[in-house]
């Protein structure tokens, strides 16, 4: 990988993370809230996401909602009375974690209207990065803390002014679920030059097993590829397939790079994922995982 001369000229500051998706997957209960503020024991899923891009050095953040997301917004907002009553009765813990919230980041909002896909919704976000580098987290997509990738990829991007893209290995008879790279090894096991992708192949036209995950850093560039590009799968307008142009032609908006991600990811756009996830954050909390742990290892005798 060749370093770019100038290491600030493809710093990351500024994050858009889309979340204007209707959750249908999981009705009746989205029928009234937002899909990305059920919660992972005692926090909404999307906070665990504006967590992990605050950690990685990312405090402007840009939110693309839909409609009767307003519980979303209200969620990083004060809520005054609240943390007067629990001022007022010398609750300080939960006051923390009230507030904790509404301190993360600089939160922004900005509607997508028509819900054309993805590569629609990251286009929304054009004029508040402007000429920077941003970073792209789907709002279902949680990253287990122990297992970061955005600081690696921010490195790459660094690097080689390369757009970047979080991959994991799936298995084959999985790989139609997803976007899918074909790549190139480099000196860096966890690093590889991506030579093509296409959006969710049957299994038996997948160039490999690497999937594309909610992860992505890239050039501002990109943004006029997406205004160019057609509606694809879906009838969407798809940003696999915008990553797709830049790789053919690197020369408008950068080549693709990945990092490829060995840790611990949850779909919580997925019932079973969801799940999952509860119960993996939820056994490694100081509070609740002796009792969990417990309960659980009996439970499994019962099955």
Not at 143 to 155: A, F, G, H, Q, T
Request: proline share 4%; charged share 25%; glycine share 8%.
């Amino acid at each position: 990988m060749n370093k770019s001369t100038d290491s600030n000229i493809y710093k990351v500051s500024k994050a858009v993370i889309p979340v204007a998706g209707l959750g249908t997957r999981f009705l009746p209960a989205t029928k009234a809230m937002p899909k990305e503020m059920l919660p992972i024991v005692d926090k909404p899923a999307i906070q665990y996401v504006v967590e992990e891009a605050v950690s990685a050095g990312l405090n402007d953040i840009l939110m693309i909602t839909g409609r009767n997301k307003n519980t979303l917004e209200n969620h990083f907002d004060r809520v005054a009375e609240l943390e007067y009553t629990l001022e007022a009765k010398g609750d300080h813990s939960k006051l923390s974690q009230v507030t904790a919230s509404n301190q993360l980041a600089d939160i922004h909002y900005t509607r997508q209207g028509d819900p054309n896909g993805l590569g629609h919704a990251v286009l929304r976000a054009k004029s508040h990065v402007a000429d920077h580098s941003f970073a792209v987290l789907l709002g279902d997509d949680i990253i287990d803390s122990r297992d970061s990738v955005l600081p690696k990829m921010l490195e790459v991007h660094g690097e080689t002014g390369f757009n970047v893209i979080a991959l994991m290995e799936v298995e084959p008879e999985n790989i139609h679920m997803y976007g899918c790279a074909s790549v190139e090894m480099t000196d860096d096991p966890d690093v590889v030059r991506v030579t093509g992708l296409v959006e969710k192949p049957k299994n038996e036209d997948a160039p490999s097993n690497l999937a594309v995950i909610g992860r992505y850093v890239l050039r501002h560039e990109l943004f006029d590829i997406l205004e160019e590009t057609p509606r694809g799968r879906g009838g969407e307008i798809q940003l696999t397939d915008a990553l797709a142009a830049a790789v053919k032609n690197p020369t408008a908006a950068g080549g693709v790079m990945g990092v490829i991600f060995r840790g611990r990811r949850y779909d919580t756009g997925d019932k079973l994922d969801y799940i999952k996830a509860t119960l993996r954050i939820a056994v490694d909390r100081d509070d609740l995982g002796t009792d969990l742990r417990t309960w659980l290892k009996e439970f499994a005798t019962t099955l």
